[in-house]
């Protein structure tokens, strides 16, 4: 019964996150550091990694496949464009299947796959600011 517990742990917006906020490529792609949260927020363009809605939590034993969404967020003022979004959310979704091959800390979830879940999907926000959504199904576990 222990390990079954142990699934409740394993957060992968948590590892997704922390991971894309330190990738290199992520950081140069949206412009600088610190560009990466869970929420919109400036500066822009900017990443947030939020919970996805749908996944496979199979038997909610060992690894489950949750989905993890990445939202490019442009400037409120329009910019950049779809096609600079777009390229955003692929060079962030490139850097997270690169999870599967680093060397995970002791105790800390294992991602073995990180796959889409569907398109990405241009989605900009009621008040016209720009918006990217692409979600990765993201198999981890204790």
Do not use: N
Not at 69 to 82: F, K
Not at 106 to 131: E, T
């Amino acid at each position: 019964m222990g390990i079954a517990y142990e699934v409740a742990d394993t957060d992968p917006v948590a590892v997704v996150l922390a991971w894309l906020s330190e990738h290199p490529k992520v950081t140069e792609a949206l412009g600088g550091a610190g560009r990466v949260s869970g929420i919109p927020e400036a500066p822009w363009p900017h990443l947030a990694v939020t919970p996805g809605a749908s996944g496979d939590m199979r038997s909610l034993e060992w690894a489950t496949q949750p989905e993890v969404t990445l939202e490019v967020y442009g400037d409120p003022g329009g910019w950049p464009g779809r096609a600079a979004l777009r390229r955003i959310a692929l060079v962030c979704a490139l850097a997270a299947r690169e999870l599967t091959e680093a060397a995970g800390e002791p105790g800390a979830p294992v991602v073995s796959s990180v796959r889409p879940s569907g398109v990405l999907i241009d989605a900009p926000l009621a008040d016209g600011q720009p918006r990217t959504l692409f979600g990765l199904l993201v198999t981890i576990h204790p």
